[in-house]
């Protein structure tokens, strides 16, 4: 190997490993949490990042409003504010039928 490349060698080395180590992961992160913000529906259990449980009953582009406890308050949220889905609505229709089944 040439001795001129043997300093560019570990600076490459240093940056392969921040990217795999840091950058790679931040961005499927992203972009499992830009697919569940877009597989959104009515119906869908949440929580947001705020520790809030609720149900989603309209959706709009970057707003939506859940209910939420035994009252049924209804709050409005940015979609941004929303921490995970809890319960999908085929998720749900998959466990009524198993519930059903075993009955």
């Known amino acids: 190997m040439p001795q001129a490349l043997q300093p560019f060698i570990m600076p490459i080395a240093l940056i392969a490993m921040m990217y795999f180590l840091m950058i790679r992961p931040?961005?499927?992160?992203?972009?499992?949490r830009s697919e569940?913000?877009?597989s959104l529906k009515v119906g869908d259990e949440i929580l947001t990042i705020g520790g809030i449980y609720g149900?989603?009953?309209?959706?709009?582009?970057?707003m939506l409003t859940i209910e939420v406890g035994?009252?049924?308050t209804k709050?409005?949220?940015s979609?941004?504010?929303?921490?995970?889905?809890?319960k999908?609505?085929?998720?749900k229709q998959t466990e009524d039928k198993k519930e059903n089944d075993e009955k």
């Open 26 to 32: 931040q961005k499927k992160k992203e972009k499992e």
């Open 70 to 72: 035994k009252g049924k």
């Open 55 to 62: 149900k989603i009953v309209v959706l709009k582009e970057d």
């Open 75 to 77: 709050l409005d949220i």
């Open 79 to 86: 979609k941004w504010a929303i921490g995970s889905v809890t």
């Open 36 to 38: 569940m913000l877009g």
């Open 88 to 91: 999908s609505k085929a998720n």
